[in-house]
């Protein structure tokens, strides 16, 4: 099941030089800025196209997580669990049209000098000093883990340490060459994901329509995923009754129905596309037609991820309550994806890797450099050597990239945080949720209010923290199961739990409002306040056409799939 032939090994060796030998050419032929320029080391400085930004912040956020994780929950939940690709690309038309003409024209580079600019060092500092460990200890450890766990299942379950020393290593090479050689490789590695994960996507659907007779018909095997399984194709869950089952409450735990439209999603989306150095920081170097068109463009890739990482989950759900998948040891959600590959021939086995790998190796690149580049500006040359050079800048922010992604072979070598047994993509979404509310209540009210006041800001993001931990911690023991504000409903083990996006929902709205009473009663003008004007948020016909589109296609997918 696990075998992996010579072409299997051609296939990925190809890719691998494909990639390196890009990367090299074009380190070389940015060398000379990206040794004297720490902006071009960090930023790519202007010169990343409106593909390669579109194409990079794709790779970037697609990663095992959602091939692991998102798969597994296509199994289980089916596709409502596609909400977060397709609202992730309402999103990012959000972000395009509102954020990234305040950061761009305010010479914005970094998530914490957003921060210092528009309230205070010290919610700079606060926030440089959280977001290098919520990068560092969750985002990167469970990209790793979750990346080599995947890998390893694929070539049989005996190379961990192996693959985790070797995808540290591909993503440090990459990672060293700055952020331009990031945003190129990106593109390289996006049409491999897409390509290959296609390719996936097509043979599953022919397995599915062998198995039951048809041939082998792409289109018969999405047919009878439609006919078999007709619940695993809702986009909405209704609020189940309290004699419900297990399953249909666990999956209404995760996912609201349209509740979570109405607050959590758009949240945790925001939050994530639009105040998240990891992803703007693709775009902050450009002009901003460039970084518009580049933002649209991976909105539009977004809508097309879940046939990529979550349509196979299905498959092998129904594949699997067929008996057609005995690979699947007891039904495991997160094995489901590695499941199917088993079904691959040889060759597709080593596309198969390769996509992986692609997915991988681009999160852990473009997540150590965020890192890199929150400490070095923030951080390092702020408060440590504010004298530094150019050049000792990008020596720094190499060093961040060695030390933050040893950090995280250390952590993942046993599994110390645990991300096995909470679940990789309960992990990541879970505690990067936790700040979520404080943060976008501090960008948006200091965007677009200028009354926000810094005081508001510190206690904004503590109280979004604080309402967060109380939400999933206390919240059910203080009030009861039932209150007008949430219903909690018992999970598996038992316990009552109140849906996440109906926590994150009201942790932020509790928020936004502290922060207008603080601000109320400080000065009526900031001195610091942001400068807004309706110029700046008017569109060029090309990035009209943009998002005509992909709103088209995003009410058609929710018309047919309601």
């Known amino acids: ?7 299997d090994l051609l296939v990925f060796f190809i890719y691998f030089i494909i990639v390196s030998v890009y990367g090299y050419m074009i380190y070389r032929r940015k060398k000379t800025e990206t040794n004297s320029s720490s902006h071009s080391f960090f930023l790519a400085e202007g010169s990343l196209t409106w593909w390669a930004i579109g194409a990079s912040i794709i790779a970037s956020n697609i990663s095992a997580e959602q091939f692991i994780g998102m798969s597994g929950d296509g199994f289980f939940a089916g596709i409502a669990v596609a909400v977060y690709e397709w609202l992730g690309a309402a999103a990012l038309i959000i972000v395009a049209v509102f954020f990234m003409p305040i950061y761009i024209k305010n010479k914005i580079y970094t998530m914490p000098q957003f921060l210092q600019d528009r309230y205070n060092s010290g919610v700079a500092l606060v926030m440089s000093i959280f977001w290098l460990f919520l990068y560092v200890f969750i985002n990167l450890t469970a990209i790793l883990y979750l990346g080599t766990l995947a890998i390893n299942t694929l070539l049989g379950g005996e190379y961990f340490h192996q693959i985790l020393i070797g995808l540290a290593i591909f993503a440090v090479i990459i990672a060293l060459g700055g952020m331009q050689v990031v945003g190129y490789t990106d593109v390289i590695q996006v049409a491999v994901l897409i390509i290959g994960g296609l390719a996936i996507t097509y043979l599953s659907l ?4 062998d198995k039951f007779g048809f041939g082998q018909n792409a289109l018969a095997g999405f047919k009878v995923l439609l006919k078999d399984s007709p619940d695993h194709f ?41 105040c998240n150095q990891y992803i703007t920081q693709r775009a902050l170097g450009a002009n901003l037609h460039t970084a518009r068109t580049g933002i649209l463009f991976a909105s539009l890739l977004k809508i097309l991820m879940p046939v990529i990482v979550m349509l196979p989950g299905i498959v092998a759900f129904v594949l699997y309550r067929h008996g057609h998948l005995p690979q699947l040891l007891n039904g495991s959600k997160d094995s489901a994806y590695s499941a199917m590959l088993s079904f691959l021939p040889s060759g597709l086995k080593g596309l198969s890797l390769a996509v992986l790998t692609a997915a991988i190796v681009a999160s852990l690149a473009g997540k150590v450099n965020s890192i890199a580049t929150i400490f070095t500006l923030d951080i390092y040359k702020k408060y440590m050597q504010s004298a530094a050079g150019e050049r000792r800048m990008v020596w720094v922010g190499r060093a961040a990239i060695i030390v933050s992604l040893l950090t995280a072979i250390l952590l993942t070598w046993h599994d110390t945080l645990g991300i096995g047994s909470a679940g990789g993509y309960t992990f990541v979404q879970k505690y990067s949720a936790f700040v979520s509310p404080g943060v976008l209540a501090t960008f948006l009210l200091g965007m677009f209010w200028k009354r926000t006041t810094g005081t508001a800001a510190v206690v904004g993001i503590i109280a979004g923290f604080a309402a967060s931990v109380f939400f999933n911690q206390f919240a059910i023991t203080v009030f009861g199961p039932e209150t007008w504000l949430y219903t909690a409903f018992k999970n598996p083990a038992g316990v009552y739990e109140i849906p996440f996006f109906i926590s994150l929902s009201w942790s932020f709205l509790i928020t936004f409002l502290l922060m207008i009473g603080i601000s109320l009663f400080g000065q009526k003008t900031n001195g610091k306040a942001i400068q807004v004007d309706a110029g700046m948020f008017k569109l060029k016909p090309s990035s009209v056409m943009m998002i005509a589109v992909i709103l088209l296609l995003l009410s058609a997918i929710y018309i047919r799939f309601w």
């Open 1 to 7: 099941m696990h075998t992996i032939s010579t072409a």
């Open 206 to 209: 022919t397995i599915v329509s």
């Open 234 to 274: 809702h986009l909405i869950f209704k609020k189940p009754l309290p004699t419900a089952s297990v399953e249909k409450i666990s999956k209404y735990l995760i996912l609201p129905g349209f509740a979570m439209y109405a607050g959590g999603q758009w949240i945790s989306n925001l939050n994530y596309w639009g």
